[in-house]
């Protein structure tokens, strides 16, 4: 068996447990195996291993993987950050995009998608630790840009995504996934016509398991799939 496979089996038990630990199902958390800096070669070990979403940080690197292993291959999530003059490629080549922290930015996407004549798939980023460097809407930012984005026709805005600081204690990350969760249910008490957050995507090689304890219902999964990167 390959060392991916093995990984990948791992992995799966481990989100198992974690849902099913706290009442929720299996299938609720859908695993996001994260292939930036990746080769093709290893990227279709996993497709052959049972990898069904794939993601990636990068648009050219991404864009030269997917024209190779194919764009019916997996479901492509786009998770980096993304420059409103990439939106184009992101809209040809992503199945959802993770990383809208921008009306500009999902304007762009919006027309982009209407001229292809798609419904893009997207989640609003957002900085959920307020850190200055970081990407992502501010928590206080994130409702109205919600609200701006349900009247773009040619997205479907499908959730919010966080990505906390690293801790080598996970525990630490719990505070910020509540968060995330909580901003959510007030954004739906909020009723907006069209609005449906179904995703939380949320937790990564480190802290995936408290955060499918604290509703994640997408992890994005790199290093303990395919090993640290170069
Ligand atoms: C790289 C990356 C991941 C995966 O991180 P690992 O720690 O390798 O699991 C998840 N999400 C985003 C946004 C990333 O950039």
């Known amino acids: ?38 080769s093709v070669d290893i990227v279709k070990q996993a497709i052959k291993a049972g990898v069904l979403n794939l993601g990636e940080n990068y648009i ?19 998770i980096g950050h993304l420059q409103s003059n990439k939106a184009r490629v992101a809209v040809q080549y992503f199945d959802i995009i993770h990383t809208v922290d921008s009306h500009k930015l999902a304007k762009e996407i919006n027309k982009q998608a209407q001229k292809i004549g798609k419904i893009q798939k997207i989640l609003v980023q957002v900085n959920i630790s307020d850190e200055k460097n970081k990407s992502g809407t501010t928590r206080e930012d994130t409702f109205e840009l919600v609200s701006a984005i349900s009247s773009l026709e040619h997205i479907s ?15 630490k990350a719990r505070h910020y996934f509540k968060q995330l ?46 090993g640290e990167r170069d």
């Open 157 to 171: 805005l499908q959730g919010l995504m966080c990505m906390p600081p690293y801790f080598s204690e996970p525990e």
């Open 1 to 38: 068996m390959s060392s991916i496979q093995t990984n990948l089996n791992k992995i799966s038990k481990q989100i198992l447990i974690a849902a099913t630990s706290c009442g929720r199902l299996p299938d609720q958390v859908q695993l996001i195996a994260v292939s930036k800096r990746k």
């Open 181 to 226: 969760k909580a901003l959510k249910q007030d954004i739906m008490a909020r009723g907006l016509e069209n609005v449906f957050l179904d995703h939380l995507s949320m937790g990564m090689s480190n802290d995936f398991k408290v955060a499918i304890e604290e509703g994640a219902t997408m992890v994005r999964i790199g290093t303990s799939i395919f």
């Open 60 to 78: 050219q690197e991404a864009i030269e993987k997917i024209d190779i292993i194919g764009k019916d291959a997996a479901c492509w999530h786009f």
